[in-house]
Each structure stands twice: as C-alpha cells, then as structure tokens.
C-alpha cells in the first residue's frame, strides 16, 4: 500500500484564552493580515485566521493545558532581528535558547528566518504577500541538493 508523502502544512493550530488579547499579543510582535475570525452560537469569536501566504496559524480560544516546553513550532519570518524585543515588550516569556520564546497562553514559538532554511514558497505566494525575500548560500545548497536527489531517484 503506497504511504502519502508529507508535502507541507496548511495551518497551524494554537490554543490561546481570548481571541482579542491573542490578537493584540501577536499584531505586536508580528506584521500579518487576518484571513478570517469564526464566532460561536454566542457571538463571541472564538477563532482567528493570521494568514502566512498559502499557510495560516489558527488561533482558538479555550487553552487548558500547561505550557509547552520542549514542543514547539518554528515560525519562518522575512527579518527577525527585533523579534525578540517585540516579543518581550508584548508579554512573552524569553526562553534560554535563540530566538524562542512562549507567547502568553504557553505555546513555545521558535523564530527561524525564511532566508535560512531549505523550504520556499513560489514566487507567485511571495508576490502576493508583497515580500522580495532571497535565500542564504546554505538554503540554496540545501535546495541544490533535494533538486539533484530527486533527480538521480527519478532517473
């Protein structure tokens, strides 16, 4: 039986306490456009849609557990040189390791910079998101490899 291959992620799930003061905690730290809210039976949102291009983080009101230590996510910014500060002036929990930190609810974010690592989005996903962004020497050597991979798999 052939396995499906993972190819990505579409989203992102976040427990968080209140949709508002998690709006407010990540519009201070991180430039996005939000894609959407859902209300409940009440009125009351209870999900936000940060959108990231083809990607979105959901945020979902009603965080029970504890906070996470070592699981986390790595969320891919164009420039994270003040991530960090912004993070710390919003209320985050500066970690002991780079660029991690935990937002107010206990979900543990690392920071990792789009020209750092091997995935990238299609020129036309850029474009829409108004973002020039170009890869390190590392990533691009990363990104040469899976091609050259793939090929010699195919041939």
């Not at 894609?35 to 009351?44: F, I, L, P, Q, Y």
């Not at 983080?57 to 960090?84: C, K, S, T, W």
């Not at 500066?94 to 020209?115: C, K, S, T």
Request: no cysteine.
């Amino acid at each position: 039986m052939l396995k499906p291959r993972l190819v990505g992620l579409n989203h992102i799930a976040l427990e968080v306490g209140d949709i508002e003061d998690a709006l407010r905690f990540y519009r201070a730290v991180f430039s996005f456009e939000l894609r959407g809210t859902h209300e409940d039976d009440a009125g009351r949102t209870v999900m936000a849609f940060l959108d990231m291009g083809d990607q979105f983080i959901a945020l979902i009101a009603g965080r029970e557990q504890p906070r996470d230590d070592d699981r986390h996510f790595g969320l891919v910014v164009d420039d994270r040189a003040n991530v960090m500060a912004l993070a710390e002036a919003a209320g985050a929990t500066i970690l002991d390791r780079p660029f991690n930190f935990r937002d107010p609810w206990g979900n543990h974010l690392e920071i990792v910079a789009y020209r750092d690592v091997q995935f990238t989005k299609t020129e036309d996903v850029l474009r829409g998101m108004g973002l020039n962004l170009d890869k390190s020497d590392e990533a691009r050597e990363e990104l040469r490899r899976k091609l050259s991979d793939a090929v010699g798999r195919l041939g």
